[in-house]
Nanobody, 116 residues
Framework: QVQLVESGGGLVQPGRSLRISCAAS????????MSWYRQAPGKERELVAS????????NYEDSVKGRFTISRDFAKNTVDLQMNSLKTEDTAVYYC?????????WGQGTQVTVSS
């Protein structure tokens, strides 16, 4: 059974940091590129960051470049998103996604709220 379970979301003040994590199971983790998407109220889901299946290359949405870092751990089958200098406009539900030989998988999402 494929599972992507996000954790680490919550309420954080502007300018602070937060790290969210996604635990993957039920598929060949090393054969899948991993991504983080987010969806704010009333907006479409957008790609935030992605990392290739071997972890050698990353890509970021323009508004998070220099603030967010995506990483993956092949021993733990996890993918993390370190978010620094958070802004109120980063408030959204963040979704973990895997893309590979058998298609795309999605997690249930974790809420990140940036507010003073």
């Amino acid at each position: 059974q494929v599972q992507l379970v996000e954790s680490g979301g919550g309420l954080v003040q502007p300018g602070r940091s937060l790290r969210i994590s996604c635990a993957a199971s039920g598929f060949a983790f090393s054969r899948y590129a991993m991504s983080w998407y987010r969806q704010a109220p009333g907006k479409e889901r957008e790609l935030v960051a992605s990392i290739t299946k071997f972890g050698g290359s990353t890509n970021y949405e323009d508004s998070v470049k220099g603030r967010f870092t995506i990483s993956r751990d092949f021993a733990k089958n996890t993918v993390d998103l370190q978010m620094n200098s958070l802004k109120t406009e980063d408030t959204a539900v963040y979704y973990c996604s895997a893309m590979g030989p058998e298609g795309r998988y999605w997690g249930q999402g974790t809420q990140v709220t940036v507010s003073s």
